[in-house]
């Protein structure tokens, strides 16, 4: 078994597009009108084309503004992204007009950031200690 698809909830699918991206860097997959306005809408790292999906999942669940708002509330990032190079990623992002709410920080056995995604969501990024 292994993981082929993941979910962040997001207020506007266009504008979750345009910030996963333009600024993240990620590519569009799939693009599949669903009902209405909704759609399956993933994503996927260019490094790995083939791999894990993020779908961009619409809000429209009863549950998900309140779980949404309680997590950034606390400051509790929804999901984690690894990088290569915390500091240079934080530099690029930063530049773009992306949002942190915590600067690189050392964590034990990462480093670790956190962002705001626009889409009403609070996004870690990592770097592995000891490694590039």
């Not at 506007?12 to 345009?18: C, F, P, S, T, W």
């Not at 999906?53 to 549950?63: F, N």
């Not at 509330?73 to 240079?88: C, H, K, N, R």
């Not at 690189?104 to 490694?131: R, Y």
Request: glycine residues 8%; negative net charge; charged residues 20%.
């Amino acid at each position: 078994m292994k993981i082929y698809v993941t979910s962040v909830f997001v207020d506007d699918q266009n504008k979750a597009l345009d910030f996963y991206t333009t600024r993240l860097g990620f590519i569009k997959k799939t693009d599949i009108p669903v009902d209405g306005e909704n759609r399956w809408l993933t994503v996927v790292s260019p490094d790995a084309p083939d791999g894990v999906e993020l779908l961009l999942e619409p809000s429209g669940h009863p549950a998900t503004t309140p779980f949404k708002k309680a997590l950034v509330a606390d400051g509790i990032p929804l999901t984690s992204f690894q990088v290569d190079d915390i500091d240079a990623e934080y530099a690029r992002l930063t530049g773009l007009g992306v949002v942190f709410t915590l600067p690189p920080t050392d964590a034990g056995p990462v480093k670790m950031a956190v962002f705001d995604d626009t889409c009403g969501n609070l996004i870690q990024i990592v770097e592995m200690a000891g490694q590039p």
